[in-house]
């Protein structure tokens, strides 16, 4: 969650993993960071994923996350309509419109999060859009998430975000 009033440029995300002895097992050197896209608005929630390498399980752990404040300035305003939602095989579909107020100069991105009853986090997915990849007034998407079988998304997050 971007927190600072202004868009950021997210760099990395990392952490240290500990035993239950409170001994680290695992840091920066041997995690892999994936998240969707790199520049997030203010109170953006961006999910991420980070791997870990050559450890089955911690007791405990911290994560950090390296942003700066971003050159360019990301919009939120945008009025969306889910058309559809659907489980297709091992997929959790969004299908939609998202209508321009103005043009977009560079870029509009879908984001979609689905969540476990609990909360946790199950699956993310983008659908995105080029400048040149926009005519007219709105766009319609549709964007999946993996999900398993038995399926256990229970509720989704969509966010619009745009230059």
């Given at each position: 969650?971007?927190?600072?009033?202004?868009?950021?440029?997210?760099?990395?995300?990392?952490?240290?993993?500990?035993?239950?002895?409170?001994?680290?097992?695992?840091?920066?050197?041997?995690?892999?960071?994936?998240?969707?896209?790199?520049?997030?608005?203010?109170?953006?929630?961006?999910?991420?994923?980070?791997?870990?390498?050559?450890?089955?399980?911690?007791?405990?752990?911290?994560?950090?996350?390296?942003?700066?404040?971003?050159?360019?300035?990301?919009?939120?305003?945008?009025?969306?309509?889910?058309?559809?939602?659907?489980?297709?095989?091992?997929?959790?579909?969004?299908?939609?419109?998202?209508?321009?107020?103005?043009?977009?100069?560079?870029?509009?991105?879908i984001i979609a999060t689905g969540y476990a009853t609990d909360g946790t986090v199950i699956s993310f997915n983008d659908d995105y859009y080029e400048k040149s990849d926009i005519s007219g007034s709105s766009?319609?998407?549709?964007?999946?998430?993996?999900?398993?079988?038995?399926?256990?998304?229970?509720?989704?997050?969509?966010?619009?975000?745009?230059?």
């Amino acid at each position: 969650m971007n927190f600072t009033g202004s868009t950021q440029t997210l760099n990395t995300i990392g952490g240290e993993f500990f035993d239950e002895s409170g001994t680290k097992i695992a840091g920066d050197d041997n995690i892999s960071d994936y998240w969707l896209t790199d520049n997030i608005p203010p109170n953006g929630r961006l999910p991420f994923e980070l791997t870990i390498d050559n450890i089955q399980t911690a007791a405990d752990f911290s994560l950090t996350a390296n942003a700066e404040p971003a050159s360019g300035n990301v919009r939120t305003e945008f009025s969306v309509n889910i058309t559809s939602q659907t489980r297709e095989f091992e997929y959790y579909c969004l299908e939609g419109v998202v209508t321009l107020d103005t043009s977009i100069s560079d870029y509009l991105e879908i984001i979609a999060t689905g969540y476990a009853t609990d909360g946790t986090v199950i699956s993310f997915n983008d659908d995105y859009y080029e400048k040149s990849d926009i005519s007219g007034s709105s766009v319609e998407f549709l964007v999946c998430l993996d999900d398993t079988d038995p399926p256990t998304i229970d509720h989704h997050a969509l966010q619009v975000w745009g230059e």
